[in-house]
């Protein structure tokens, strides 16, 4: 209930990411949103997080208000019955589609046949508005034509585009692969490297940029796997290199001394480089 809290508040010096994140190692259970279950805001109990129809990127509180309040005349009998009773426009629809709102409709998960649905109906309406046919009476719809299997791991980069998080993952568990041939350290494992330089593969979740006591720009950058958190520290030569490439939201490989002070454990990058392509074999079977 607190960290459902915590979220629904938007607020915080960290982003739904990190907060997402930290739930995830807490032990709880993300669930995607849900056109039938999901509230407005963010819903904790026991050790279940159901995501609120809130984070959806591109969803109008009028919309979500909407949902809800259908919500309560009773479920919905198919993605038909939720198009026409809620009414979102195509980027509400897309949203919901790609987020998993509403895979309850479909059995087969495949998103795209949803898209159709949605898409189908729209024209249809257009056209019996416009010209009522005597061969097509409202309510029919051509059949669906053969999709073609969808890609594991366009799904998950759109879902991410719509919340900016992946509900049963870490997205840096889709670069294992590559985290292994470079024999980068878990942030877990950062504490015991103390004294030693080491490759850690991170997600940027925020930053700091302040300046030195010679007054050259140097920033303090937060990265994270599925283990944890680790704080890094580009002094003003190495952000003078890379600090253009720091972006949030992005995976990187880091390189640098661990140090630790006062009991704080920090990295002290010297060099980084983004972390461009996924595993697809992780993306098909996390």
């Known amino acids: 209930q607190f960290m ?15 907060y ?3 739930a995830r190692r807490l032990g709880l259970i993300i669930l995607a ?33 909407r949902i809800v ?37 479909h059995p087969d998960k495949n998103r795209a046949a949803l898209l159709w649905q949605f898409c189908t109906r729209s024209r249809e309406r257009v056209l019996h508005k416009n ?30 585009a719509v919340l900016g998080f992946l509900c049963d993952r870490h997205p840096m568990t889709l670069f294992a692969t590559q985290r292994q041939i470079s024999k980068a350290v878990l942030a877990a494992d950062i504490p015991a490297c103390a004294g030693r330089r080491v ?11 302040v300046l030195s006591k010679k007054g050259d720009p140097m920033e303090f950058v937060t990265f994270e796997d599925e283990t ?35 009991g704080v454990t920090t990295l002290r990058a010297d060099a980084i480089r983004p972390l461009l392509r996924p595993d697809t074999r992780q993306s098909r079977e996390l």
């Not at 195509?90 to 589609?97: H, K, P, Q, S, V």
Request: with cysteine; proline share 7%; aromatic share 10%.
């Open 4 to 18: 459902a809290a915590v979220i629904s508040n938007q607020g915080g010096f960290y982003s739904t990411f990190a």
């Open 20 to 22: 997402v994140s930290e």
């Open 33 to 65: 949103p849900d056109i039938e279950k999901s509230c407005i805001a963010w819903r904790g109990q026991g050790k279940i997080l159901r995501v609120g129809l809130l984070s959806i990127k591109n969803l109008s509180l009028t919309t979500q208000q």
């Open 69 to 105: 309040c259908e919500q309560g005349r009773g479920g919905f009998k198919g993605s038909g019955d939720f198009f026409a009773r809620v009414g979102p426009d195509e980027a509400e629809a897309r949203a919901l589609i790609n987020c998993g709102a509403l895979d309850r409709f």
């Open 131 to 160: 010209q009522p046919s005597l061969f097509a009476p409202p309510g029919s719809s051509a059949p669906m034509p053969g999709l073609p299997p969808e890609d594991s791991l366009e799904r998950l980069r759109r879902e991410f």
């Open 199 to 209: 490759r850690f593969a991170g997600w940027v979740i925020t930053g700091k940029t």
């Open 228 to 262: 944890g958190i680790v704080e890094t520290t580009f002094f003003p030569d190495a952000f003078g290199r890379f600090g253009h490439l720091l972006e949030t939201n992005h995976p990187f490989l880091i390189s640098g001394l661990v140090e630790k002070d006062l």
